[in-house]
């Protein structure tokens, strides 16, 4: 009977090829099976990130989803189908790398392929580079400190749980920003906390850029753009 | 006149050589100069992640702390030398890189260094693995998804402030746990969150342990340990 293979949820960080951990690399060579999100147009983020190290002969699992037009349980389906995938090869002892943007488990879709397949074959995880460090990086400011607290949350709550949360701590990072910027800066104001606030947008990629809030209310700012603001200086 | 160096903030993540990023590996062979923080037996986390991969004939310059003997200002009078040691090279033209545990603005000591420097000198920062994400990792869950918010927080706070921050979040890292473990198990017992909370012990080192909250109390936990819960199973 053949040893199942491992199943790799690899962190491949926000962007930066060099933001890849010597562990992802090692992994990426060598495991025969390598699956990556995908959007509509079969594009996939994770897979650009470490394309130069994808050699031929790999066998190729992309995970196509259309959350947007679609909605969740098309998804929720694509990921079944992909996890059946999976455990076939995983079953004839082939290892199979998942590439997740960021880290597998900081708001990563790589949970829906380990609640499928955990369990049944041996799982390992590599971290990634988070796009709150990625973000507090590029703009050379400490995200939190000493005995501070930091929350973290997406720009999509509502604009009431997004302000109760967001006077309750010392230091905070507002991800998925977008259209959902107008809201938040609002909070930050009434908050008196809109000043020492910055926008970091596309980090990791050779057009990042660090905006004020006047700034980035002013120009508009995609959907992955974070916010990072601290009560300290 | 000679241009200036550039102070590199060196994530070098929590522990493991392989989850040091190809960016923070290929500016620590580049720099002439290498910073590092160590406890006051000369003993340092930082550079015995990278060990392997210091060149002789590099200019190393230790950054001794006594924080628990000595107190904040001999530490932060440490700082100082190190900054003004470091201010020397940079003006020479010399790069200097500043190694640090985890990530550089995660609760990181460089920010004691960025204030100092910043400004006067060009900076870059090499974001690392924080120890939330690589303890995730080792016990395979996830950290936080969807539009869930995450709080971070020291075990050091008092019980009141790790409660009303703990009650009002749907997912939790708290760090720094050690002999505050006790205080941190009572506050998510009165939550009802102590059921699935786990604490992870020396995550990327060859003895990392993912331990329950009963068998953590039982066994008493280092202070770089760290619990994660999260409100969804």
Redesign the interface.
Same mark, same amino acid.
Not at 1 to 26: F, I, N, Q, S
Not at 57 to 74: H, L, N, T
Not at 205 to 222: C, F, I, K, N, T
């Given at each position: 009977m053949t040893a199942p293979g491992t199943l790799y949820?690899l962190?491949v960080?926000p962007g930066? $090829?060099?933001?890849?951990?010597?562990?992802a690399?090692?992994l990426l060579r060598a495991c025969p099976v390598i699956a990556w999100p995908a959007n509509p147009e079969g594009h996939s983020m994770a897979r650009a990130v470490v394309a130069e190290w994808i050699h031929p002969g790999k066998i190729e699992v992309p995970i196509v989803m259309d959350f947007v037009s679609k909605g969740r349980e098309s998804a929720l389906a694509a990921y079944d189908a992909a996890a059946d995938t999976l455990a076939g090869h995983l079953a004839e002892g082939r290892d199979a790398a998942v590439l997740c943007e960021g880290? $597998?488990?900081?708001?990563?879709s790589f949970?829906y392929l380990?609640e499928r397949l955990?369990g049944r074959f041996p799982?390992?995880?590599? $971290?990634?580079?988070?796009s709150?460090?990625?973000c507090?990086?590029?703009a050379?400011?400490?995200?939190?400190?000493?005995?501070?607290?930091?929350?973290?949350? $997406?720009a999509?709550?509502p604009e009431d749980a997004l302000s109760?949360?967001l006077a309750?701590?010392e230091a905070a990072a507002v991800m998925k920003l977008g259209r959902h910027l107008p809201k938040v800066a609002a909070v930050l104001d009434r908050l008196g906390r809109a000043e020492g606030a910055v926008v970091v947008v596309r980090a990791g990629h050779e057009d990042q850029r660090v905006l004020s809030l006047p700034e980035a209310l002013s120009e508009g700012v995609p959907y992955f753009s974070l916010l990072l603001t601290r009560n300290r200086p």
């Amino acid at each position: 009977m053949t040893a199942p293979g491992t199943l790799y949820g690899l962190g491949v960080g926000p962007g930066d $090829p060099e933001l890849v951990t010597l562990k992802a690399l090692r992994l990426l060579r060598a495991c025969p099976v390598i699956a990556w999100p995908a959007n509509p147009e079969g594009h996939s983020m994770a897979r650009a990130v470490v394309a130069e190290w994808i050699h031929p002969g790999k066998i190729e699992v992309p995970i196509v989803m259309d959350f947007v037009s679609k909605g969740r349980e098309s998804a929720l389906a694509a990921y079944d189908a992909a996890a059946d995938t999976l455990a076939g090869h995983l079953a004839e002892g082939r290892d199979a790398a998942v590439l997740c943007e960021g880290d $597998p488990l900081f708001y990563g879709s790589f949970m829906y392929l380990l609640e499928r397949l955990a369990g049944r074959f041996p799982v390992a995880i590599v $971290p990634g580079i988070t796009s709150v460090a990625a973000c507090a990086a590029v703009a050379a400011r400490p995200v939190v400190s000493l005995d501070e607290g930091l929350t973290v949350l $997406p720009a999509t709550l509502p604009e009431d749980a997004l302000s109760a949360r967001l006077a309750a701590t010392e230091a905070a990072a507002v991800m998925k920003l977008g259209r959902h910027l107008p809201k938040v800066a609002a909070v930050l104001d009434r908050l008196g906390r809109a000043e020492g606030a910055v926008v970091v947008v596309r980090a990791g990629h050779e057009d990042q850029r660090v905006l004020s809030l006047p700034e980035a209310l002013s120009e508009g700012v995609p959907y992955f753009s974070l916010l990072l603001t601290r009560n300290r200086p």
